[in-house]
Each structure stands twice: as structure tokens, then as C-alpha cells.
């Protein structure tokens, strides 16, 4: 086992059956639940990974946060493990890099810096999710109130992972020397840190390494996206989805009806994507929820139901006790 500690937090790599695995082990246990939430959008392709029952595994191009998984974070100062990236561990490839360096080291390992993220990420794909579903500022600006939020039990996904990781957030971003640290320990810490402003979003992450090989980039580097690379969904039982919760303005105010004090009626006015995610809840029985305003102006809160479908667009959502 390879082990590291930075602010705290130990990171830890070994082997079982012939494969690396990861620990994140924060100085304080965080023990996550057995579920775990998602944020999407009211977006064709947020409800369509939710009804095909799969997760989109990032490349960190794709985050708000520009400095997530920032190259900087650790120092390319081991001249072994940059010719061996920059070679893919080929014979004359390493000669070649070798003699690169020799002229001029500068240039090489700035090359490799800038080149590793992207290639890296081309392996390995990162799902976000988080253990608060009522925090109103993720509420506003993923779903613009017009989303959803998944609860996932994650450990009914049947695809292979590392994680869950609680998210590091700290104020001073140090970085690592690949010099003093193994690659792999590297890898963990550059996809597990942030700066301390993002604390709120109580974040824990999935890391997917592709079993098949690479996956497609984002089209933010065209010579990437020309490599092609399989997509970056992987697919999950209908168990793994414990509910699932509308928000505020999922619902169009004129779409709604009260019938009684346990039960409402929505009439989608529209046939549209939205219909497609609540004939999947009505179908699957899957425990729905629908978001409140409280009066302390400070949280956001929901009710859990069911929702039946009456016909074509149109659904009863019944209030559980």
C-alpha cells in the first residue's frame, strides 16, 4: 500500500485482484449514507440519462470550477514518469523524450504537464453527487428550480468504481511532488481537492475507470475529440434510483390543480421531455418528492409522494404520510 498525508486527509492506493484501488480517509470519519444525491437540469439530456438509467462520467473540462483536477496540483518533477507518459513506455520513444529533455527540460515537462490531465481523463471519468438535497444555492444554479434531484443507493450500482470520496475543501491549494509521491496517490489528490469556497455543495465523488479503454472528450480540444473514445454512460439497475424529487418549477404554476389536501393534479400543457421523466417515475412506482418555499427563506424542503399516471400528460401526486 502507498500512502500519503496532506492537511489531514490520507490518501491510499494498493492492489486487489490485480487492479489499483483508491482511499480518500478524511481526519474526521464522514461515513456517507446509503444514498447519495444528484442535481440534473429540465434538459433533454438530463432526463434522458435518468429514463436509460445511466450515469455521465465527466471529463473535469466539462465542470464549473476551472480549477478542478488542475493540472498545477501536483509538480511533473520526476523525469522517469515524464518520459514514460510522453513514450507510452515505447523503446525508441523513450530514447527520444530522453534527448527532449536533455535540450530542453523546460519546454518537455511543461508539454507533459498541460498534455497528462487531458489524457488521463480520457480513462477516467468523475460523477459528482452530494449528501445535501435541500441546499437552496445547488437547487438555483443546477436546476434553476426547474430540475430534479436524483437519490441514488450507490452501492447497487453494478459497474465498477472507486468511492465514494467526500470532496477535501480548503482555503490554500498545495501541490504534490511527483518526485515524493506515486502517480496513482497524485491522480486521487488532484481529483479529490477544491478551494474551500465550494464547501456548501457537501460534495462526494465516483471516479469510473473505463474497462474498454478511453472515452470521448469534450469538444473543447478538437485534435481530443477527433480520437473519438466509447461514450461516457454507465448504466444502472432500476433499484439504484430510491427517489426522485421535482423542483419548485418543475411543475408550471397554471399546471396544477389542488384536489384535496393529499392530493394535487398536474396537467403538463405540453408534451415534452418532462412528460418523459414522469411517465418513468408513474411506471417504475419510484417514491417522487415536490420542493417547497419555507418561511425561513433560508433552505429548501420537499414532500414525498406517488405519482400516478390518469392519462396521456396528466398525473395525480398523492402525499405520503
Not at 36 to 52: A, E, G, M, W
Not at 92 to 101: I, Q, T, W, Y
Not at 253 to 270: A, Q, Y
Not at 312 to 321: A, M, N, P, S, V
Request: aromatic share 14%; hydrophobic share 35%; charged share 25%.
Amino acid at each position: 500500500m502507498f500512502q500519503i498525508e496532506k492537511y489531514g486527509w490520507k490518501y491510499q492506493s494498493y492492489k486487489k485482484n490485480g487492479k489499483i484501488r483508491f482511499d480518500v480517509v478524511p481526519p474526521e470519519e464522514l461515513i456517507p449514507n446509503d444514498t447519495l444525491f444528484r442535481y440534473y437540469s429540465s434538459s433533454q439530456y438530463s432526463i434522458d440519462s435518468v429514463i436509460n438509467n445511466y450515469l455521465y462520467a465527466s471529463h473535469p473540462d466539462q465542470f464549473n470550477d476551472i480549477y478542478d483536477c488542475h493540472e498545477d496540483l501536483f509538480d511533473f518533477d520526476d523525469d522517469e514518469a515524464v518520459v514514460h507518459f510522453l513514450s507510452g513506455g515505447n523503446e525508441e520513444g523513450v530514447k527520444d523524450f530522453k534527448r527532449a529533455l536533455a535540450l530542453d527540460r523546460q519546454n518537455v515537462i511543461q508539454g507533459a504537464q498541460r498534455n497528462f490531465r487531458q489524457a488521463l481523463y480520457r480513462k477516467l471519468g468523475i460523477v459528482c453527487m452530494t449528501s445535501n438535497p435541500n441546499n437552496i444555492l445547488m437547487w438555483s444554479y443546477y436546476t434553476n428550480n426547474r430540475g430534479f434531484l436524483v437519490e441514488y443507493a450507490y452501492k447497487e450500482l453494478q459497474f465498477d468504481y472507486h468511492g465514494p470520496f467526500p470532496i477535501n475543501y480548503q482555503d490554500d491549494l498545495q501541490k504534490l511532488s511527483l518526485n515524493e509521491v506515486p502517480m496513482p496517490l497524485c491522480v486521487l489528490f488532484q481529483s479529490n481537492i477544491k478551494h474551500k469556497g465550494w464547501e456548501h455543495e457537501s460534495e462526494w465523488r465516483i471516479l469510473i475507470e473505463n474497462p474498454n479503454g478511453e472515452m470521448n472528450s469534450p469538444d473543447l480540444f478538437p485534435e481530443l475529440l477527433d480520437l473519438g473514445g466509447e461514450e461516457r454512460k454507465f448504466t444502472y439497475p432500476i433499484s439504484a434510483v430510491k427517489s426522485i424529487v421535482l423542483g419548485h418549477y418543475f411543475i408550471e404554476p397554471r399546471e396544477l390543480k389542488i384536489l384535496n389536501d393529499k392530493v394535487f393534479e398536474i396537467t403538463i400543457l405540453k408534451n415534452n421531455d418532462r412528460v418523459k421523466l414522469l411517465d418513468y417515475i408513474a411506471t417504475n412506482s419510484i417514491i417522487a418528492g415536490y420542493t417547497t418555499r419555507q418561511s425561513d427563506l433560508k433552505n429548501v424542503a420537499y414532500f414525498k409522494g406517488k405519482i400516478k399516471k390518469i392519462e396521456e400528460c396528466k398525473y395525480h401526486f398523492e402525499r405520503l404520510e
